[in-house]
């Protein structure tokens, strides 16, 4: 994926290619690990329930309350990285959580299984919105866009690729007396830490102080980010608290993430059940296809979106609805089309992201947009939480696998009504309040 080149000034775009060179594949092999530690569980669920005696509760609630402590820790900890800056705090968690996650492959018990999850949760309250807020501190808004897609390509590609590892990772049951879903911990949670290392030696906490940037290419980026700031309305704080615009975004981010996460965590077990298997290599091979598909989507849409931004709000609202018809269709087709169904839940689910994440620098800046990203992921956070909770609760309540799946996309269509209302609000809110 190439950067494009949306500035008169060629020094500003030749500045912008060489941040993206400088910082995009490292921000995509990160956020690729983070995001295979994070649903790993996923594929281990069957495994792990039969040889720790977890119930579908003692699961729902391990896999939701990861976000309980990024819902709590989400905000301070975007406020202490822009306190101390990036290259110590992403390192720093990206380390911390690795080992966790490493950890998690000698658990005995649901208790210690839901005690680290939590402490995961609170590793990774930092690391996401931290990145978001790196791109918006090295890259200026008409390519904001395509930098955050570029990094969330990583979630379908740890996803597909991941499918395939994790399954292979535990057919190594019984090898030296461990269980294979401790081999996966084990395995997938050391790149983390090598990567956090990294980073440390790696990372520049602000463009003003970037060593590879020369003194008139740092002259230019800071100028033109400084030029997109002095734009926002809020900049501070409690600004951030108070700006209704930004709870309707973060009440967007809410309920996508619980269908995405009720989608996430299920969906091995799910593709399993339609082939009638149980969940290894094979199953996870088909498990890996919707996200391949999302590869794309996620490419091509944010591009798209950027080239004609007035297209954002709109764009988003129909790959949500498309997201939601997904999750219905799958519930009750039979297998090849249920498989076709989820790419297209996947599709939406995952290409809206780096949309959305557009939003919140148009209307913040400074410390406020630290905030805001950080209650958005927040408020996210807390949807992902009660993702795995509402499906397994829908599914009981309506004594039915497919009611999770029609519980879920009705807070996908809810989302989507979000989107669209937000445009008006956008028009007739923070217009207004820029007026006052």
Request: aromatic content about 14%; some cysteine; charged content about 10%.
């Amino acid at each position: 994926m190439k950067i494009i080149a949306a500035y008169q000034d060629p020094l500003l775009n030749k500045t912008v290619t060489k941040v993206w060179v400088r910082l995009m594949p490292l921000l995509f092999i990160l956020y690729f690990v983070a995001f295979i530690d994070r649903v790993n569980i996923g594929f281990a669920k069957d495994a792990m329930q039969s040889d720790l005696h977890l119930s579908d509760n003692a699961y729902a609630l391990g896999a939701g309350i990861f976000f309980s402590a990024y819902a709590l820790f989400g905000v301070p900890a975007n406020l202490i990285l822009n306190r101390i800056g990036a290259r110590k705090w992403i390192s720093m968690t990206t380390i911390v959580w690795g080992a966790l996650s490493m950890t998690t492959g000698f658990i005995t018990n649901e208790y210690e299984f839901v005690l680290l999850r939590f402490f995961l949760g609170v590793a990774e309250a930092g690391f996401y919105p931290g990145i978001l807020l790196l791109a918006s501190m090295f890259f200026p808004d008409k390519v904001r866009g395509t930098v955050i897609s570029a990094f969330v390509l990583a979630v379908p590609f740890a996803l597909a690729l991941g499918s395939p590892i994790s399954g292979a990772l535990l057919e190594l049951e019984g090898l030296l007396g461990y269980a294979g879903w401790t081999w996966m911990f084990i395995i997938e949670g050391l790149p983390a830490v090598f990567t956090g290392i990294f980073c440390y030696f790696y990372l520049d906490d602000a463009p003003d102080d970037a060593k590879f940037l020369s003194s008139d290419e740092r002259a230019v980026l800071c100028g033109q980010l400084a030029k997109e700031s002095k734009k926002q309305q809020v900049r501070h704080f409690g600004g951030a608290v108070k700006s209704m615009a930004l709870w309707h975004l973060a009440l967007i981010y809410g309920f996508l993430q619980i269908g995405v996460y009720g989608m996430l965590f299920f969906l091995p077990s799910q593709v399993a059940a339609l082939m009638g298997t149980t969940i290894g290599f094979k199953a996870s091979i088909v498990a890996s296809i919707p996200y391949i598909a999302a590869i794309f989507g996620v490419y091509y849409i944010p591009r798209y979106t950027d080239r004609h931004p007035h297209l954002r709000l709109m764009v988003a609202a129909l790959i949500v609805i498309l997201a939601a018809i997904g999750l219905v269709v799958s519930a009750y087709a039979s297998a090849p089309f249920a498989i076709v169904a989820l790419s297209f839940s996947a599709i939406g689910f995952l290409a809206v992201q780096p949309i959305f994440w557009t939003f919140p620098p148009q209307v913040l800046s400074g410390s406020a947009l630290a905030a805001g990203i950080g209650i958005c992921t927040m408020v996210g956070a807390i949807g992902s939480f009660f993702a795995p909770i509402i499906r397994v609760e829908s599914e009981r309540l309506l004594a039915s696998k497919s009611g999770g799946l029609v519980v879920l996309s009705l807070c996908t269509l809810v989302c989507a009504a979000l989107i669209a209302t937000f445009s008006v609000y956008r028009q007739y809110g923070y217009e207004k309040q820029a007026a006052a």
